[in-house]
């Protein structure tokens, strides 16, 4: 049962990550959307048939975590391609979508896994070292390569992070002589980055924070129960109108006609 059910996750998320099907509109997502929702519906089946619970246990299993590395890895190797072309973006204004139609969707994916790949890396010997390493290399050049700023802060704070907590080395740092002075240089190195991630592509950035900003007044009229299904792509432009009327001269203007 266990095996099943592991082979039920890799599955979904492999069509989560690679499904894609000119049938739909939305080529790219919506098939990966329908194919989670079966699977889901297929997992659900087999559980109650067996009458097991899907434990923690099983989802940090060895195979789960190996298959969503590798899963990754293809998704970052597919990117490369693109990259190269070797293989077709699906967007003609980026050269990196993986099976996605932008940069975002696949950096999301990629910066996912990453710590999974970093996990790996430290309770791993011998070759599955040398693989685990090899896959959270060419995770990071794809994520990189992408100029998607959020994998790529995604990417870098993970990987601190794991540092962090993986080799005690909050504790060596602060033995350090002059500690205070290099977490103040380490910390103004970090909001240069944010800055200069920001200003990378500092309009798609503004069309999210106005996309936030106009959904926080959805969720405000209705938090706790929503609008209902497709609700969202009904009403956002409504009340993005209501909020440029409500503030004239936002500095988020310009980027009205990003969703």
Partial sequence: MTGRIQVVIILLFTGNVFITSGKFVNATNTPKYCFVVATLHVATAITAIHKKKITFGVLSSKAILWGISIICFLQASYGLFQFVGWLPSNHSKFAITGSFDNPAGFAAVLAMGF????????KSKAVERYLATVSSTVITIAVFLSGSPTGIFSIVISAIVFSLFSTNLISKFSQLKHYKFLSVLILICFLSGTVILYYQKKDSTSGRLLIWKVSSEMIKDK???????????????????????????????????IK
Avoid: E, H, R, W
């Avoid at 710590?115 to 430290?122: C, D, E, N, S, T």
């Avoid at 938090?223 to 497709?230: A, I, L, N, R």
């Avoid at 609700?231 to 980027?255: C, G, L, R, T």
């Fill in 223 to 257: 938090p706790v129960f929503g609008s209902g299904y497709g609700s969202f792509q009904a009403n956002y432009m409504d009340y993005q109108v209501a909020y440029f009327k409500n503030n004239p001269d936002s500095k988020y203007k310009q980027q009205s006609s």
């Fill in 115 to 122: 710590p999974i790949g970093l996990f790996i890396l430290v």
